[in-house]
């Protein structure tokens, strides 16, 4: 079973609007890590956000905000006053320890997000 | 301080050729992993390593090796290249296994396997 499901293949938004790309999630543990990472056509991998799974207060880090809804599984990420530069692909990765101590970090396939001046 | 840094950036391979991708991190990091990204699958793992002289299999691991024999470094080694093998390959790190601490990426290495 998929354990990240990124919806929205693509996005586009217009420069300085909002966007949320979505996330849902599939779990049985109680600890958990939802990450955020952006890449732009030079390849890279560069971490955005990040939400812990008993984090209270959803979290922020400048215009990337995490829309942390944990009884509905979903963890969708929204930047604000989009710019150019926010064009990329942007992936959600969830961090889980398995009880027989082997760790995961588990991608979801990604949407591409276009901004349109 | 460099972050994660992996070499080469670009290789290209004829079937049954090895060969190692080299990753290396200065931030004292216990966690470090490979992963390889292949259009419309995400990253998947391949390996990882909790600490020097300590690695375990991921979800891709068949054909690769790894090894950590410092804290800083973690190669990986194709033993007999596939064309499947053809994919882009990224090194991360973190400071500890916990689920709330960041893997930080390297650039990553293109691989073509013809």
């Known amino acids: 079973a998929q354990k990240i499901t990124q919806t929205q293949p693509g996005m586009f938004v217009q420069e300085k609007e909002a966007v949320t790309l979505d996330c849902t999630y599939d779990?049985?543990?109680?600890?958990?890590?939802l990450f955020w990472y952006k890449q732009p056509s030079s390849g890279e991998m560069i971490f955005l956000i990040y939400q812990g799974s008993y984090d209270e207060q959803n979290a922020t880090e400048g215009r990337y905000s995490l829309n942390f809804q944990k009884a509905r599984k979903s963890a969708n990420l929204v930047i604000s006053a989009s710019q150019l530069g926010d064009s990329a692909m942007y992936f959600c990765?969830?961090?889980?320890?398995?009880?027989?101590?082997?760790?995961?970090?588990?991608f979801g396939k990604g949407t591409k997000l276009t901004v349109n001046p | 301080n460099a972050g994660v840094t992996q070499t080469p950036k670009f290789q290209v391979l004829k079937t049954g050729q090895s060969m190692t991708l080299q990753c290396a991190q200065d931030m004292n990091h216990e966690y470090m992993s490979w992963y390889r990204q292949d259009p419309g699958m995400g990253l998947r793992l391949i390996h990882y390593?909790?600490?020097?002289?300590?690695?375990d299999q991921g979800e891709v691991p068949n054909g690769y090796n790894v090894s950590r024999s410092t804290t800083e470094d973690f190669p990986l080694r194709l033993l007999s290249a596939a064309p499947s093998q053809t994919s882009v390959y990224f090194c991360?790190?973190?400071?500890?296994?916990?689920?709330?601490?960041?893997?930080?990426f390297g650039p990553g290495t293109r691989l073509t396997v013809l």
């Open positions: 390593s909790v600490g020097a002289g300590i690695t």
């Open positions: 991360a790190s973190s400071y500890s296994r916990r689920v709330g601490d960041t893997q930080y």
């Open positions: 779990t049985s543990d109680q600890s958990y890590g």
């Open positions: 990765a969830m961090r889980e320890v398995t009880q027989g101590g082997s760790e995961k970090l588990v």
